[in-house]
């Protein structure tokens, strides 16, 4: 008889696989982001389903098999629902497991992934936490994924006009300078982002976080390739809500 794993976790992401089947991604406490099948979840029978919802979060029983894991019972805590409640709250915990699934390689263990994403979800959906907090947790998982960014050129009581984002070097660097990843922002979005940036974050309006977000959405195609659909729907609710 196999072994069985237990591992708190959030599920990220689930599909169908097959006629009766899904593959969720999870994130753990112990084995970080891994691939699950769970079987017979189309079953009116299944005692699984909830387990593979995304936002789910609760101990996993699994079974190591090769190069993925089988689901053999759950244990719920949470599914955070209450961040329906509110659309911009909902789409940025949305955005958040985007985040978690697609700066978080899998199997690899960095440390504290599980806790910062449950920090942030459970802000969202007890806290009334929004759209500055999810902007923190964007910039921490750069760092942790490596490709942290920073001010660059710009320091502190600089005109932000004179500068643009740099998507190659991940800063800012001045605007007459003819870089080719030069991406331009509005003078208030890119303060918004510089604050951060800073450790001492200021509030803004929606459309300069929607500006941030759309900004750093590009900068982590350019990198990774990965686009982040459910970023690009809060950033357009952002601008057009």
Do not use: W
Request: hydrophobic share 40%; charged share 25%; proline share 2%.
């Amino acid at each position: 008889m196999k072994e069985e794993i237990k591992a708190e976790g959030v599920c990220l992401r689930s599909v169908e696989y097959g006629e009766s089947d899904r593959i969720i991604t999870l994130l753990t406490d112990k084995l970080g982001k891994i691939s699950v099948r769970a079987r017979g979840i189309s079953s009116p029978k299944s005692r699984l389903r909830q387990a593979t919802v995304p936002f789910s979060f609760g101990e996993y029983i699994l079974v190591e098999n090769g190069d993925f894991y089988t689901l053999k019972a759950f244990d719920y805590n949470d599914a955070f629902t209450a961040v329906s409640d509110d659309l911009v709250r909902y789409f940025s915990a949305c955005a958040a497991l985007e985040l978690a699934d697609k700066l978080t390689e899998e199997k690899v263990q960095v440390g504290g992934e599980l806790a910062r994403l449950l920090r942030l979800l459970l802000s969202l959906c007890y806290d009334k936490g929004g759209v500055s907090d999810l902007l923190v947790y964007f910039l921490d998982m750069l760092s942790i994924a490596g490709y942290g960014v920073s001010l660059g050129d710009m320091k502190l009581g600089d005109e932000p006009k004179y500068f643009v984002f740099d998507l190659e070097g991940g800063g800012f660097t001045p605007s007459a300078s003819h870089n080719p990843y030069a991406v331009k922002m509005t003078s208030s979005a890119l303060r918004l982002f510089a604050s951060y940036l800073s450790g001492e974050p200021v509030e803004g309006e929606k459309g300069d976080y929607a500006e941030v977000f759309s900004v750093l959405s590009q900068y982590v195609k350019l990198k990774t390739g990965r686009n982040l659909r459910a970023l690009f729907e809060l950033s357009d609710l952002l601008r057009n809500g």
